[in-house]
Structure formats: structure tokens, C-alpha cells
């Protein structure tokens, strides 16, 4: 399971944290992500880090966001800064979990927590 946190309201060029805990069976974390999704729009994703912890990012968010895990704790956060109203979305976590070793990753989302941008 993935449990997203630390959504809410804040003002244009303010900074939000996101995180995301994974849990249950879990022999190894792969790939984790942050998607998002705008009202009337399509999920797009922001960004991904993978398990070695190289990152990467949409354009739009390249020198506002940070993407970082913690794999001893099952973590992955996204720091967000200079925050836009266009940045409005709920964020959701996914990862792709590999249960057992030799088994095959398999893709998990997160329930979703929602960032409102607003003055």
C-alpha cells in the first residue's frame, strides 16, 4: 500500500512537502513517482526517482520541485517550491513493488492528496 500526506493550501510562491509511505510486502521498491491531476485534466507526471535515486522531472516543475526517497524507511517526498496556481492538482504517489525477489514489480498508486494554490 501507498499512503500519500502533506497536501493543503497554500499561497503562490510557497513551499509544500509531499510524502508517501509504502508498506506490506515488500522485498524491493523500484521506480517510485509523483503524478498529478488538475481538474478536467489528464494525470501527467512530475516526477520519478529510481531506486539508485537518479531523478528526473516534467518541465514545468525543473528547479521548483525535488524528488528524494528514503528506502530504509520506505519513503518518497516531494519538496515543492515557488508554487503556482497552476500547480493545483491532487498529487498522487506511485511505485512499482517487487513482493518478492524473482517476482515481477507491479504498480501501486496512493490515494491522492490534494494542493490547492491559491491566494
Known amino acids: 500500500q501507498l499512503q500519500a500526506s502533506g497536501g493543503g493550501l497554500v499561497q503562490p510562491g510557497g513551499s509544500l512537502r509531499l510524502s508517501c509511505a509504502a508498506s506490506?510486502?515488500?522485498?524491493?521498491?523500484?521506480?517510485m513517482r509523483w503524478y498529478r491531476q488538475a481538474p478536467g485534466k489528464q494525470r501527467e507526471l512530475v516526477a520519478g526517482?529510481?531506486?539508485?535515486?537518479?531523478?528526473n522531472y516534467a518541465d514545468s516543475v525543473k528547479g521548483r520541485f525535488t524528488i528524494s526517497r528514503d528506502n530504509a524507511k520506505k519513503m518518497v517526498y516531494l519538496q515543492m517550491n515557488s508554487l503556482k496556481p497552476e500547480d493545483t492538482a491532487v498529487y498522487y504517489c506511485?511505485?512499482?513493488?517487487?513482493?518478492?525477489?524473482?517476482?515481477?514489480?507491479?504498480?501501486?498508486w496512493g490515494q491522492g492528496t490534494l494542493v490547492t494554490v491559491s491566494s
Open positions: 506511485n511505485a512499482e513493488v517487487q513482493s518478492k525477489r524473482y517476482y515481477p514489480s507491479v504498480g501501486y
Open positions: 506490506g510486502s515488500i522485498f524491493s521498491l523500484n521506480t
Open positions: 526517482i529510481t531506486s539508485l535515486g537518479a531523478p
